[in-house]
């Protein structure tokens, strides 16, 4: 007696599957096509589209007369930003931007220095924790703790009269420059709350570069007779660049975009953050707060170029 076996039976499902299978894996790309066609639709409708809608309304204008949009291309809007009032919020915000940029690099610096080079183990699992917990709390909750601190009845004015220091602290804040009767209403204060939120966004990438420095590079320094001024200009900072800069791309373009931290803390004198928000909600000007946000994009563009000529990429 002769046994034959049978082949099972192939369900619908196992043969659509199976030449599903076999196509995927002679035709790779087209798996990888599949794969990539919903995140590159939402990134190119979502976020490219909404850029190019912005660029699109900056180049209307608006009607001084009935307040409506006026859809026909012209320069007129951009001109707007060179007047004095406009140009000065941007000077003003690139300003801030710039020097809350150096402020983090120098905090920075050491702290990553020696994160890189002394701490081992457990001090560096401590180093980690330390400048990534800031990241972890609520971003308003941060802010809205530091207007506390700099309040004319905050802990910081307190120190200041137990030091017998409150008339040089009213001196600087009586300056034209500054003006207001408390940090959280100043300048000083907008900048003090960037430098402290934005700041684990550049120790990381500085850090991270310092690791990447030999030792030996250091080691020869000394051996050369190199003083430790000297090893630091010619040796560890052009090292340490890249990651200063990609450091200062976060740094730098948060603090462009941000209305959030001069609203709260600042004083009276805008920010092109708030410049598009009483733009587009107060005043209806759709097309300035276009042209107000298309000029930090500009800005960035351009540092980004310099930024990947300096090899900063390569620290991220």
């Given at each position: 007696m002769t046994m034959t076996a049978t082949k099972p039976a192939e369900t619908p499902a196992d043969g659509m599957l199976g030449r599903l299978s076999v196509t995927f894996w002679r035709r790779p790309k087209l798996l990888l096509t599949l794969m990539l066609a919903p995140p590159l639709l939402w990134l190119g409708i979502i976020y490219v589209g909404s850029l190019v809608a912005l660029l699109f309304q900056s180049f209307f204008s608006i009607d001084d007369f009935s307040g409506l949009v006026n859809y026909e291309l012209t320069l007129s809007t951009y001109a707007q930003l060179f007047r004095a009032s406009n140009f000065d919020i941007i000077v003003r915000t690139v300003t801030m931007a710039a020097l809350v940029t150096i402020a983090a690099a120098i905090i920075a610096f050491p702290i990553a220095y020696y994160a890189a080079r002394y701490a081992k183990g457990r001090w560096k699992a401590v180093f980690y924790l330390g400048a990534m917990l800031p990241l972890w709390s609520s971003y308003l909750v941060k802010i809205y703790a530091w207007k506390l601190v700099?309040?004319?009845?905050?802990?910081?004015?307190?120190?200041?009269?137990?030091?017998?220091?409150?008339w040089l602290l009213d001196a600087y804040l009586s300056m034209p420059v500054i003006g207001g009767n408390s940090l959280s209403v100043s300048s000083t204060g907008t900048f003090i709350?960037?430098?402290?939120?934005?700041?684990?966004?550049?120790?990381?990438?500085?850090?991270?570069?310092?690791?990447?420095?030999p030792s030996n590079l250091i080691e020869a320094s000394y051996d050369l007779g190199g003083a430790p001024g000297?090893?630091?200009?010619?040796?560890?900072?052009?090292?340490?660049l890249p990651g200063i800069i990609a450091g200062s791309i976060f740094t730098f373009s948060l603090t462009l975009g941000d209305y959030i931290i001069p609203g709260i803390i600042g004083s009276s004198?805008?920010?092109?953050?708030?410049?598009?928000?009483?733009?587009?909600?107060?005043?209806?000007?759709?097309?300035?707060?276009?042209?107000?946000?298309?000029?930090?994009?500009?800005?960035?563009?351009?540092?980004?170029?310099?930024?990947?000529?300096k090899g900063a990429f390569d620290a991220l």
């Amino acid at each position: 007696m002769t046994m034959t076996a049978t082949k099972p039976a192939e369900t619908p499902a196992d043969g659509m599957l199976g030449r599903l299978s076999v196509t995927f894996w002679r035709r790779p790309k087209l798996l990888l096509t599949l794969m990539l066609a919903p995140p590159l639709l939402w990134l190119g409708i979502i976020y490219v589209g909404s850029l190019v809608a912005l660029l699109f309304q900056s180049f209307f204008s608006i009607d001084d007369f009935s307040g409506l949009v006026n859809y026909e291309l012209t320069l007129s809007t951009y001109a707007q930003l060179f007047r004095a009032s406009n140009f000065d919020i941007i000077v003003r915000t690139v300003t801030m931007a710039a020097l809350v940029t150096i402020a983090a690099a120098i905090i920075a610096f050491p702290i990553a220095y020696y994160a890189a080079r002394y701490a081992k183990g457990r001090w560096k699992a401590v180093f980690y924790l330390g400048a990534m917990l800031p990241l972890w709390s609520s971003y308003l909750v941060k802010i809205y703790a530091w207007k506390l601190v700099l309040a004319k009845e905050g802990i910081l004015n307190w120190l200041f009269a137990k030091l017998n220091l409150s008339w040089l602290l009213d001196a600087y804040l009586s300056m034209p420059v500054i003006g207001g009767n408390s940090l959280s209403v100043s300048s000083t204060g907008t900048f003090i709350v960037f430098v402290y939120v934005w700041l684990p966004y550049m120790i990381l990438p500085v850090q991270a570069a310092l690791e990447r420095v030999p030792s030996n590079l250091i080691e020869a320094s000394y051996d050369l007779g190199g003083a430790p001024g000297q090893t630091f200009r010619h040796v560890l900072f052009p090292l340490a660049l890249p990651g200063i800069i990609a450091g200062s791309i976060f740094t730098f373009s948060l603090t462009l975009g941000d209305y959030i931290i001069p609203g709260i803390i600042g004083s009276s004198r805008l920010f092109i953050g708030q410049a598009v928000y009483t733009q587009q909600g107060t005043a209806g000007n759709i097309p300035l707060a276009a042209a107000f946000s298309v000029v930090p994009i500009i800005i960035m563009a351009f540092y980004l170029w310099v930024a990947k000529k300096k090899g900063a990429f390569d620290a991220l």
